[in-house]
């Protein structure tokens, strides 16, 4: 605010009620307008302020030969990584404040800046390579240019330590400022975002397919090909946990929004809630496939789960009690909803406010389905670490289909607009869309000549 002094006033004369969120979007744009037009008149701003409120902001699109940039108003490409950065990228994320986006590729881990003093136009610069910063962003607006010459030096643009590993999950600590990373080498990075430096490494032994921070950005948790859950204390650099799940591969990890529980989903068909402080399995339900997906929603109330039977289910906790948990998979009392597909679910993803459930699959639908239709909270005691409902509301609609949209193949990908109207999804196709969640319109679309891999909305 001390940085424009015309926008403090234009606010305080404009803007009567306006949420933090609006404000930072706010902030930052009207930033952006500065640098670039040199005054950032009030019109503009009220420009910028719209466009926030329409659901904007920028798209990145993970492929095979990179990451693209998409303004999300116009689903048009603002930029793409220079041909230094070129490979094939698994993962994106976008930090908390949106201003940087984390990169996982099959030849290591990247950080790239989402915004500069240019408008729409990410500043493409990793964060562990300021020797070649004009020699990279040279032609950078054709991913094809220069890549014989650029592939010798990629290795310095990535953060040494994951040189080669074929990184498949990324995650932004709460606070912004590190980022942990993992995949076929079987090593947990967390690496600082400003400097590139790994602050911690630590060996697992084998191929690690998920991380996850907890809520207070204290500890990771892990899990991978050996089935085993680990929690990492990162202050400490110690592993706090090891859990032996299963004798299958353990797929994905999340963690309750309480922080003393963590969701897990297997290759033997069980999702399993597992409490931190003791390693201990509080709940198992099995499905009819591998659990491919375990998300809580942001109430932590419910978990959504996807399998490969091509089924999407709710598992209501606040059907869980001590009383009923004997670590069986007789817990099928727990699934308050079910939701069938044609085919097998390629992501799932609760809105912001855990009202909407989006799931992109491989017969070419997305489909948005009923999430929590109130608020429903679950509080958890310290001490003993028990789940006890503060309000519960009903289930009757959750999983009830709101809206459905066909495209031409197969869907891998989605990301929620920050608001909770809008969801991008991506397909093998190489073609990204805009949809309206609740209708399911498409609002804009644009098309690569590859598969998208993953997609990540920041604000």
Not at 133 to 139: A, E, L, P
């Amino acid at each position: 605010w001390t940085m424009i002094p015309h926008l403090r006033e234009w606010t305080s004369r404009s803007l009567k009620a306006v949420s933090l969120a609006e404000l930072r979007w706010l902030r930052l744009q009207a930033l952006a307008e500065t640098f670039a037009g040199g005054q950032g008149a009030p019109d503009g701003i009220l420009r910028l302020v719209w466009r926030f409120l329409d659901d904007t902001g920028i798209l990145v699109v993970a492929l095979p030969w990179g990451a693209c940039f998409v303004d999300a108003a116009t689903c048009s490409e603002t930029r793409h990584l220079p041909p230094i950065h070129a490979a094939n990228v698994s993962c994106v994320r976008f930090s908390a404040s949106d201003l940087d986006v984390a990169i996982g590729t099959e030849n290591g881990f990247r950080v790239a800046h989402a915004w500069h003093g240019r408008g729409l136009a990410p500043q493409l610069d990793t964060h562990t390579n300021n020797n070649n910063d004009s020699n990279n962003n040279k032609n950078n607006n054709d991913h094809n240019n220069n890549d014989n010459n650029n592939s010798n030096n990629d290795n310095n643009n990535i953060v040494p330590a994951t040189a080669g590993d074929h990184i498949r999950s990324v995650a932004w600590s709460p606070c912004g400022r590190l980022i942990a990373a993992a995949g076929y080498r079987g090593h947990l990075y967390v690496i600082e975002a400003s400097s590139g430096r790994v602050q911690l490494e630590v060996p697992h032994g084998n191929v690690i397919r998920m991380v996850a921070w907890s809520p207070d950005g204290s500890q990771i948790a892990t899990v991978g090909a050996e089935g085993k859950l680990r929690v990492v204390d990162v202050g400490r650099g110690i592993v706090l946990q090891v859990v032996q799940l299963s004798s299958e591969a353990a797929l994905c990890v999340d963690w309750a929004p309480c922080g003393t529980k963590v969701a897990t989903g297997s290759d033997d068909y069980v999702l399993r809630v597992v409490g931190v402080a003791t390693g201990s399995v509080e709940l198992e339900v099995r499905t009819g496939g591998w659990v491919d997906f375990a998300l809580w929603s942001p109430t932590g109330a419910t978990i959504a789960v996807a399998s490969d039977d091509n089924k999407l289910r709710f598992i209501s906790l606040l059907n869980n009690s001590s009383s009923n948990n004997n670590n069986s998979y007789s817990n099928n009392n727990n699934i308050c909803g079910t939701v069938a597909h044609s085919g097998r679910l390629r992501r799932i993803a609760w809105s912001p406010r855990g009202d909407l459930v989006a799931t992109v699959c491989d017969d070419r639908c997305l489909r948005v389905c009923e999430g929590e239709s109130s608020p429903r909270t679950i509080t958890t005691t310290a001490a003993t670490a028990t789940a006890t409902t503060a309000t519960a509301a009903t289930t009757a609609t959750l999983g009830r289909i709101v809206s459905e949209s066909w495209q031409e193949s197969a869907l891998v990908a989605l990301a929620w607009s920050p608001s909770g109207r809008k969801v991008a999804i991506g397909s093998e196709g190489g073609s990204v869309h805009i949809v309206d969640a609740r209708s399911g319109l498409p609002e804009a679309g644009c098309d690569f000549l590859a598969p998208v891999t993953d997609l990540a909305w920041g604000a």
